[in-house]
């Protein structure tokens, strides 16, 4: 089984700050990884998708990054409506989340 | 714009089988590259993978869950579905359906199973 380990947990930042969130797999997946973001009450919304490439009508100030085990969820100015939890998933062999990181606006 | 939509009893009792449903709007269950999948969520916790079925049928289970789960499709419903059985308190969740070509595009708004007596 792949493992997904997501970092920190939970940041707090102040509107406008660079935001970084790192996933590390327990071994390559090829760049199979999409990050979700998930608001209270809601189903995830897919952001990122092959490590890299932005879903049609998300944010240009959110990108993703990273190859083989690590990779990076960056949001560039952080804007109040990106208060939620964000995931990284891993589609290489068969599907895993990470746990989690909840990122909280000051 | 597709749209998923779960349903099913909102109260499970421990040791009985939980059943899911999922119907499919504004596109084929059949569409070739798809995979459509179930995922949960315990209040309070993260997001954990049940199991998944290709267009083609084939399916893939998580394999904590595997003994438990059998994910099925009715595609003259237009429908797919998910049976987890001896469930514990532990499978209380939101469960959601999803559609996507490895990551998930498309989601359901999600449905609370409660298990217990």
């Known amino acids: 089984d792949i493992q997904m380990t997501q970092s920190p947990s939970t940041l707090s930042a102040s509107v406008g700050d660079r935001v970084t969130i790192t996933c590390r797999a327990s071994?390559?997946?090829?760049?199979?990884l999409a990050w979700y973001q998930q608001k209270p009450g809601k189903a995830p919304k897919l952001l990122i998708y092959?490590?890299?490439s932005l879903e049609s009508g998300v944010p240009s100030r959110f990108s993703g990054s990273g190859s083989g085990t690590e990779f990076t969820l960056t949001i560039s100015s952080l804007q109040p409506d990106d208060s939620a939890t964000y995931y990284c998933?891993?589609?290489?062999?068969?599907?895993?989340f990470g746990q989690g990181t909840k990122v909280e606006i000051k | 714009q597709l749209q998923l939509q779960e349903s099913g009893p909102g109260l499970v009792k421990p040791s009985e089988t939980l059943s899911l449903t999922c119907t499919v709007s504004?596109?084929?269950?059949?569409?070739?590259?798809?995979?459509w999948g179930w995922i949960r969520q315990p209040p309070g916790k993260g997001l954990e993978w049940i199991g998944s079925?290709?267009?083609?049928?084939?399916?893939y289970y998580n394999p904590s869950l595997k003994s438990r789960v059998t994910i099925s499709v009715d595609t003259s419903k237009n429908q797919f579905s998910l049976r987890l059985t001896s469930v514990t308190a532990a499978d209380t969740a939101v469960y959601y359906c999803?559609?996507?070509?490895?990551?998930?595009?498309?989601w359901g708004q999600g449905t609370l199973v409660t298990v217990s007596s």
């Open positions: 999803a559609r996507g070509s490895g990551s998930y595009k498309f």
């Open positions: 504004g596109g084929s269950i059949s569409s070739s590259s798809y995979y």
């Open positions: 079925m290709y267009y083609s049928g084939s399916t």
């Open positions: 071994q390559s997946i090829n760049n199979y």
């Open positions: 092959k490590a890299s």
């Open positions: 998933q891993q589609y290489n062999s068969y599907w895993t």
